[in-house]
């Protein structure tokens, strides 16, 4: 049973960065598809990013482009979100997700496993 821890999550200022890890125990993330999803107070969950298994391929919602960078290292079995100029809209809890279907990723449906979520805020 794949198990998706989320780290990296914290207060931070306005125009601040902080670096998210999702890590795996137990299964290879190597066949799998990542997505970065938030949800705000009040707000439904959206997709942020998510990267394909091989990592050749990656996508971004528009709020975040230029701004926001995924990644992953198969060797330490972790995906990044690299979160730079933060905006107070940015606060929410992130969660991170797998499937091994990227398109179910970024559609952001009918996702197999997720993570508990980690908390940024993003205020002065």
């Known amino acids: 049973q794949l198990q998706l821890v989320e780290s990296g999550g914290g207060l931070v200022q306005p125009g601040g960065s902080l670096r998210l890890s999702c890590a795996a125990s137990h299964v290879t993330l190597d066949y799998f598809a990542i997505g970065w999803f938030r949800q705000a107070p009040g707000k439904e969950r959206e997709g942020v990013s998510c990267?394909?298994?091989?990592?050749?391929?990656?996508f971004y919602t528009d709020s975040v482009k230029g701004r926001f960078t995924i990644s992953r290292d198969n060797a330490k079995n972790t995906v990044y979100l690299e979160m730079n100029s933060l905006k107070p809209e940015d606060t929410a809890v992130y969660y991170c997700?797998?499937?091994?279907?990227?398109?179910?990723?970024?559609?952001?449906?009918?996702?197999?496993?997720w993570g508990e979520g980690t908390l940024v805020t993003v205020s002065s």
């Open positions: 990267i394909s298994s091989s990592g050749g391929d990656t």
């Open positions: 997700a797998a499937d091994h279907s990227y398109h179910k990723v970024v559609a952001g449906y009918d996702i197999d496993y």
